[in-house]
C-alpha cells in the first residue's frame, strides 16, 4: 500500500470536509448557540447530514419495508441497521459512519481505477473533481452515494483487469443498492469483448455471434461471459422479495408515484425541462428557488456538453455509462403537485464516475480552464451546502 497515496486521498478527505462543515456551521450557528462544543461537533458531523431521503434508510433500518419505502433499495439500510447494532447509535449516526467510510474506500478505489488510464498527475487532478464536485457532501449524507459509487468503480476496476467474477460479485451487490446497478451489464459486456471504441463495434458484428469466445484468448467460450448474469440477479431477487411480501414484484417502481413521479420519455423531459428552466431564470428573482433551478440548468447542461464532446474521446463502455446514468433519472420527473423535471440530477451526476473523466478532458488542455473548473464546482459547493443546513430542498 502506496502511503504516498493514502495520504494524497486523506487531504482529498478532509478537504471536503472542511468545505461541507465550514457554510454548516456559519448557517446553522444560531441554533449551536446553545449547545457545548461537542454537541455542535455532532449535529455538524451527524445531524445535519440526516435530511430528507435519509429518514427512509433509517425508517427501513429500523422497521423493514412497507410498499411506499420498497423504492430504496436494501443493501445501504442493512448496513445502517448492521452498524447501529453494532455500536449502539443512532440510525443516523450509522448511516453518516457508513457513507463516510464508504467515501474514502471510493477515493481508494477511483485512485486505481483511473490510474489504469492516466498518470499520476492527471489522476490527481481529476480526483479533485471528485472532492470538489458541488453535490459531493451527498458522500457525508445519509444516503447511498458513496456506497453505490465505491461498488461501481470497484466493479468497473475488476472489468478493466480482466476479473471477471470479481466483477460479477461487486456488481452484483451493486444492483442491490441502487437500481441503476443492473445496468453495468452495459460495460462488462463491451469490455468483456473488447468493444472499446465506436470503430469496434462493426468488427464485432462481422465476427458473429459464433466467434464471441474469441474476445478471450486461452478461456472457454462464455466461461468469463457468464459472470455478467450474476450482477442483475440480486435486483430479481429483490423482485421476488417484493412479489412475496406485497404481492407486487415492481413495488419498487409503482412507489414512484406516491413521491410525485411519473413516466414521461426522457428526450421530452429534456425539452419541456430547459423551457421551464429558462422561463424561470429569466423571469424570476434572484433568491433560493432562483439557485435552484440555476443548479439544475448547470448539471443537465454540463452533462450534455461531456456527452457531445467527448463522444469518441473516452472509452465506450464509460460514454455508455454517462448516457444511461444521464437518461434513466430523465424517464421519471416529478409531475405531480410539485413539477421539476430534472428533480435530484444534481445528486444523480455524483455517482457517474465516467463523468468526472469527461469533464477533466474537456478542460485539461489549459490549466486555466481547469483550476476556473474547480473554483467554480467549490463555490456551488459551499452555497449548496450552506442552503442544505437551512432545511431548503436541494437534490
Known amino acids: 500500500m502506496d502511503l504516498k ?22 448557517a446553522t ?13 455532532k449535529f455538524l458531523l451527524f445531524n445535519n447530514f440526516f435530511k430528507w431521503d435519509s429518514g427512509w434508510y433509517a425508517r427501513i433500518a ?19 441497521a448492521m452498524v447501529r447494532q453494532l455500536l449502539d447509535v443512532t440510525s443516523a449516526t450509522a448511516g453518516v459512519l457508513v457513507s463516510n467510510v464508504a467515501f474514502f474506500l471510493m477515493l481508494y478505489v477511483v485512485y486505481h481505477l483511473i490510474r489504469i488510464d492516466y498518470e499520476e498527475r492527471d489522476t490527481r487532478r481529476i480526483l479533485w473533481l471528485f472532492c470538489l464536485y458541488p453535490t459531493s457532501y451527498y458522500f457525508s449524507a445519509v444516503y447511498t452515494e458513496s456506497l453505490y459509487l465505491l461498488l461501481m468503480a470497484l466493479t468497473l476496476y475488476c472489468i478493466r483487469i480482466g476479473n471477471w467474477a470479481g466483477a460479477g ?20 459486456a463491451l469490455e468483456y469483448f473488447k468493444i472499446r471504441t465506436w470503430g469496434d463495434i462493426l468488427p464485432f458484428l462481422r465476427r458473429g455471434f459464433g466467434n464471441l469466445g474469441q474476445a478471450n484468448p486461452g478461456r472457454k467460450r462464455w ?11 440480486s435486483f430479481f431477487l429483490y423482485m421476488g422479495y417484493l412479489g412475496c411480501r406485497f404481492g407486487d414484484p415492481f413495488a419498487f417502481s409503482h412507489a414512484q408515484a406516491q413521491f410525485g413521479r411519473g413516466f414521461l420519455n426522457p428526450f421530452a423531459t429534456i425539452v419541456q425541462g430547459y423551457q421551464m428552466l429558462v422561463n424561470h431564470l429569466t423571469a424570476q428573482p434572484l433568491n433560493w428557488l432562483w439557485m435552484y433551478f440555476f443548479t439544475e440548468f448547470f448539471f443537465v447542461t454540463l452533462t450534455l456538453v461531456v456527452l457531445l464532446v467527448t463522444v469518441r474521446k473516452l472509452r465506450l463502455s464509460y460514454w455508455v455509462i454517462i448516457l444511461y446514468a444521464f437518461l434513466i433519472p430523465l424517464t421519471a420527473p416529478a409531475t405531480g403537485r410539485v ?15 465516467p463523468l468526472y473523466l469527461g469533464i477533466y478532458e474537456l478542460v485539461k488542455g489549459n490549466r486555466l480552464f481547469y483550476y476556473a473548473t474547480n473554483l467554480v464546482f467549490a463555490v456551488l459547493l459551499v452555497i449548496l451546502v450552506y442552503n442544505w443546513s437551512l432545511d431548503r430542498w436541494v437534490a
Do not use: C
Open 5 to 26: 497515496v493514502i495520504g494524497f486521498l486523506l487531504i482529498l478527505f478532509l478537504v471536503n470536509k472542511i468545505l461541507i462543515l465550514a457554510p454548516a456551521f456559519w
Open 29 to 41: 450557528k444560531q441554533h449551536l448557540a446553545g449547545m457545548g462544543a461537542l454537541d455542535s461537533l
Open 62 to 80: 429500523e422497521q423493514g419495508y412497507d410498499p411506499k419505502s420498497s423504492a430504496f433499495f436494501p443493501l445501504y439500510p442493512f448496513l445502517i
Open 169 to 188: 460479485i461487486s456488481g452484483f451487490v451493486t444492483s442491490i443498492t441502487r437500481n441503476t446497478g443492473v445496468f453495468l451489464t452495459i460495460p462488462y
Open 223 to 233: 466461461k468469463g461471459f457468464l459472470w455478467v448474469f450474476v450482477i442483475p440477479l
Open 339 to 353: 413539477v421539476d423535471y430534472f428533480v435530484s440530477y444534481s445528486r444523480y451526476s455524483l455517482v457517474i464516475f
